[in-house]
């Protein structure tokens, strides 16, 4: 899910929803992919290697696309901010929960991206105080946090809330990353150009870190191998294509649609091919997050309630 989102909103027509269906499959593959690798790839690596391909990938359409590649020192800076933030951190987090959980709750504990956007931003962004409405939505949501979790998990009793909680962890690094991302679109930049020297920032952290923690990248499957080109191709580089293209025609109220979308396409495939099942509680714990975010949406009190 990306942190760069401009305010504007329009009717989706059939070709939106269409675009909009491929990238919740596109980003809830993403979780099926990391599942394919976390047993032969070390974490680090995985990441380190999926932000690189992507930057190649996205600096590749830059280019040919006629883009002008900045030049800037002080925006370099804050691409790089913006890639530990936006990319390095949570997709850390997200592949290191993943050699724990199944990627389907996984999914589902991203999903939570909104509550915290919503509360990072009523906290830093003088323009974006939440109004009560909102704030339900949230505490509503973070309720379907606990119930998905579990009581016993909570109390300590269970042996996979640490996992649990840094995709928790990583839905925060992403809130955060989207009040911090606003500065771009205050400068006139360009969202690939960000995408591109963002995913290049986080390149520049992790390709080293994961060398010096991790040694060179080991043997692994082709399988996983494959795995990786894809998530780095697929799943983040064109990804973000497809994120601006479907932002440009519907507006980012309609994308954040894909909120809802992506846990079903993760679990869907999860099921399908790794043998993966939710139990009640976190079918609970999700039908409870959905209406926290219906009513930060705003669709949950319909369309003639005045916004707050």
């Known amino acids: 899910m990306s942190a760069l989102s401009p305010s504007i909103s329009t009717r989706m027509s059939a070709g939106d929803w269409t675009l909009l269906l491929l990238l919740s499959l596109i980003w809830g593959g993403s979780f099926f992919l990391i599942a394919l690798m976390v047993d032969h790839l070390p974490v680090l690596w ?3 290697l999926r932000v690189s391909i992507a930057a190649l990938v996205l600096w590749t359409i830059v280019r040919i696309t006629g883009r002008g590649v900045p030049r800037d020192a002080g925006l370099w800076g804050a691409f790089l901010v913006m890639g530990v933030v936006n990319n390095a951190i949570p997709f850390g987090l997200i592949v290191w929960a993943q050699t724990s959980i199944p990627s389907g709750l996984a999914s589902i504990l991203n999903a939570t991206t909104p509550l915290f956007t919503v509360l990072v931003s009523s906290l830093a962004l003088a323009d974006e105080r939440a109004g009560p409405t909102r704030l339900a939505g949230v505490g509503l949501g ?4 606990v119930v998905m979790i579990g009581v016993d998990e909570l109390a300590g009793q269970g042996h996979g809330i640490l996992p649990q909680l840094a995709m928790l962890g990583a839905a925060f690094s992403y809130a955060c990353a989207a009040a ?13 150009v960000t995408a591109a020297g963002m995913v290049s920032g ?3 952290v992790l390709l080293p870190l994961a060398m010096l923690t991790a040694g060179p990248p080991p043997g692994a499957p082709a399988h996983a191998w494959a795995a990786l080109a894809v998530l780095g191709v697929v799943c983040t580089g064109l990804a973000y294509v497809l994120f601006f293209r479907v932002l440009a025609r519907a507006g980012a109220t309609n994308i954040s649609l894909v909120t809802f979308l992506v846990p079903v396409s993760a679990i869907l495939l999860g099921w399908l091919f790794l043998d993966e099942s939710l139990g009640p509680t976190q079918i609970l714990g999700m039908g409870v997050i959905g209406l926290g975010l219906a009513m930060i949406d705003g669709r949950l009190i319909g369309r003639q309630s005045p916004p707050n």
């Open 142 to 145: 973070l309720g379907g946090v």
């Open 46 to 48: 995985i990441v380190a």
């Open 202 to 204: 986080s390149s520049i």
């Open 180 to 192: 911090y991302g606003r500065r771009f679109r205050a400068k006139g930049i360009d969202p690939l």
